[in-house]
């Protein structure tokens, strides 16, 4: 069993910047693809970046590619969602979720196992 803990979440006016944190418990943390996904209200939640186990491999939403980062610190078991240049769309609650499985990096939510239980993310005008 994993446990995620995300924190970093808060108000921030638009073109600012955010780092949302995720804290996992275990000792395998290492061995998970882990991903970021973010979900509005009546709108289904949606991959924002993934990161490979060893973090050598990323991918991202386009709507969010060249703004933010996504990273890990394996020694820490921790990853990490540096959001950059945040706009009024980006406001959302903001998840992390693991995938044990994982080989590389994971786009597809129906793999990963567990999940965080969020933290809300609002960017004002």
């Known amino acids: 069993q994993v446990q995620l803990v995300e924190s970093g979440g808060g108000l921030v006016q638009a073109g600012g910047s955010l780092r949302l944190s995720c804290a996992a418990s275990?000792?395998?943390?290492?061995?998970?693809?882990m991903g970021w996904f973010r979900q509005v209200p009546r709108n289904e939640r949606e991959l924002v970046a993934a990161?490979?186990?060893?973090?050598?491999?990323?991918a991202y939403a386009d709507s969010v590619k060249g703004r933010f980062t996504i990273s890990r610190d394996n020694a820490k078991n921790t990853v990490y969602l540096q959001m950059n240049s945040l706009k009024l769309e980006d406001t959302a609650v903001y998840s992390c979720?693991?995938?044990?499985?994982?080989?590389?990096?994971?786009?597809?939510?129906?793999?990963?196992?567990?999940w965080g239980q969020g933290t809300q993310v609002t960017v004002s005008s």
């Open positions: 979720a693991a995938d044990p499985d994982g080989m590389g990096v994971t786009t597809s939510q129906r793999l990963y196992d567990y």
């Open positions: 275990g000792r395998t943390f290492k061995s998970y693809a």
């Open positions: 990161i490979s186990r060893s973090g050598s491999s990323t």
